[in-house]
């Protein structure tokens, strides 16, 4: 498939109610791991985060652009 299709496939997902939601769930789940799930480590020189799941999760169910709306509006 190419890159312009799996764009166009991913942008058409995003008309279904089902996908919407779920993509709302994620962008909730982002951002309160990005305020309640953050591990400092040896002082403040490692700091881990998992804000980037929920947009992994995203891309993966749904393509590009729906990983790209979760990570621009978290």
């Known amino acids: 498939m190419s890159p ?19 993509l709302a769930m994620l962008l909730a789940l982002c951002v309160v791991l ?3 799930a953050n591990i400092t480590m040896f ?6 985060n998992f ?4 947009m992994a999760i995203a891309g993966a169910l749904y393509g590009p652009v729906a990983s790209l709306l979760v990570g621009a509006l978290a």
């Open 34 to 36: 990005g305020t309640v």
């Open 51 to 54: 804000t980037g799941l929920p």
């Open 43 to 48: 002082g403040n020189a490692v700091k881990l």
């Open 4 to 22: 312009v299709k799996a764009l166009k496939n991913s942008f058409f997902e995003l008309k279904d109610l089902r996908s919407l939601v779920i």
